[in-house]
């Protein structure tokens, strides 16, 4: 059935494309919830930049250890890093929306 199935999306993806998309929302331990939408019309260009700008990031700032994505990107200024470099990969399409703040304006 996957055999089958793969050979219709493929002969599909050739007349409408593909584009592959999530949302994460966050809430902040002082309540604040953010969310974004990110789609990026590859995704196999997706996975393989997201993949070099992880080896790049990894050697242009080593750190000793095992580096796993969501722990060295804890802080803010790692992510600060990261976040244009992935956000800027051709074919991505980004949305980035503050759904509730605790700070006053």
């Not at 199935?5 to 994460?24: C, N, P, Y």
């Amino acid at each position: 059935l996957v055999k089958a199935t793969d050979a219709i999306l493929k002969f599909q993806s050739v007349d409408v494309g593909e584009t592959h998309g999530m949302r994460i929302d966050v809430t902040s331990e002082n309540g604040g919830e953010s969310s974004i939408v990110q789609a990026h019309e590859s995704f196999r260009r997706c996975v393989g930049q997201s993949c070099a700008e992880f080896a790049l990031d990894l050697l242009e700032v080593p750190q000793p250890g095992v580096q796993l994505p969501e722990m060295r990107y804890q802080d803010n200024e790692a992510r600060k890093r990261i976040v244009p470099r992935l956000t800027g990969t051709p074919g991505t399409l980004a949305f980035v929306k503050r759904t509730r703040s605790t700070v006053s304006p």
